[in-house]
């Protein structure tokens, strides 16, 4: 039992060990992302590989990072850039209120639909 720490500290640990926590999860579903998916960018079709890995991103399609499902029907590898825009664009959506279907169950399973980015890109705007 720790005796002498001060509510900061005590804090601090807490802090300390829920962003562990979040980082262990997300390095988790990353790694399963990387594992079930090919390492391309699924905008500009960037392709990836043990160098430049660091700059793939694992996205979330329901922008819910909770939502993890083992099939990993909700996620989306992107590199940095086309993330960054993603996540912009996405709240330009949220401000306009357009629904967009992107109608995601496509890329379940093995195997991978190689013009999934280029219906992505045509379904924009
Ligand atoms: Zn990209
Ligand atoms: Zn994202």
New binding site residues.
Partial sequence: MATGETPAEKQARIVAAARRDMEERERGYREQALKMYPWVCGRCGREFNHKNLRELTV??RD?NHDNNPPDGSNWELLCVYC?DN??SRYEDHIAAASGQGTGGSSSKGATHNPFAALKDMLGDD
Avoid: D, L, M, T
């Fill in positions: 996205h979330h922008h993330h993603e996540h």
